[in-house]
T-cell receptor, first 113, second 111 residues
Framework: EPEVTQTPSHQVTQMGQEVILRCVPISNHLYFYWYRQILGQKVEFLVSFYNNEISEKSEIFDDQFSVERPDGSNFTLKIRSTKLEDSAMYFC???????????FGDGTRLSIL | RKEVEQDPGPFNVPEGATVAFNCTYSNSASQSFFWYRQDCRKEPKLLMSVYSSGNEDGRFTAQLNRASQYISLLIRDSKLSDSATYLCVVNTNTGGFKTIFGAGTRLFVKA
């Protein structure tokens, strides 16, 4: 069964540094998403992406965040100047269409020191 | 009012019990609805989509009431392996697609 893959599984970064989280969505899917989950809290929507542009974003997704699809397979989330509160699990997901169920990668645990 | 609200839980039930999860959503324009399960420190996994006509998958039954903005999940004959957090998920097209997760309801099934 095709799956969403994310790398790295764990990223440790100093506060203020830039970090790039990578995802390879399922190949025939057209919609891509990023979520974060702070330990012990709910899954929070960050951004959806379709047709090479942001479709929707939440209030969490401020100027320090950006997303990109640099080639035909990867989908990346960049955090420009990390803060301690960015420590969380980041999940990538993809779906065939916007209304369809999303399939999640197994996440990248980001730890900011 | 929260965008997606679930029973806070946790639910502690014996094996074989029937357990019901409830969820309400605030945006009447929401278009698609799902139940996911999440095991500790793992990714959410799709359990089932939810339709107004109701749908069933083995021991699991989901129902949507658009008029009341209410979604339910029923698990019959619960197993130890059903222990997880159950997440109500609502998808809304506000020009772009935005997906809101409920906080989840933790289920513990005991032998």
């Amino acid at each position: 069964e095709p799956e969403v893959t994310q790398t790295p599984s764990h990223q440790v970064t100093q506060m203020g540094q830039e970090v790039i989280l990578r995802c390879v969505p399922i190949s025939n899917h057209l919609y891509f998403y990023w979520y974060r989950q702070i330990l012990g809290q709910k899954v929070e929507f960050l951004v959806s992406f379709y047709n090479n542009e942001i479709s929707e974003k939440s209030e969490i997704f401020d100027d320090q965040f950006s997303v990109e699809r640099p080639d035909g397979s990867n989908f990346t989330l960049k955090i420009r100047s990390t803060k301690l509160e960015d420590s969380a699990m980041y999940f990538c997901a993809s779906s065939e269409w916007g209304r369809e169920p999303q399939h999640f990668g197994d996440g990248t645990r980001l730890s900011i020191l | 009012r929260k965008e997606v609200e679930q029973d806070p839980g946790p639910f502690n039930v014996p094996e074989g019990a029937t357990v019901a999860f409830n969820c309400t959503y605030s945006n009447s324009a929401s278009q698609s609805f799902f139940w996911y399960r999440q095991d500790c420190r793992k990714e959410p996994k799709l359990l089932m989509s939810v339709y107004s006509s109701g749908n069933e998958d083995g021991r699991f039954t989901a129902q949507l009431n658009r008029a009341s903005q209410y979604i339910s999940l029923l698990i019959r004959d619960s197993k130890l392996s059903d222990s997880a957090t159950y997440l109500c998920v609502v998808n809304t097209n506000t020009g772009g697609f935005k997906t809101i997760f409920g906080a989840g309801t933790r289920l513990f099934v005991k032998a």
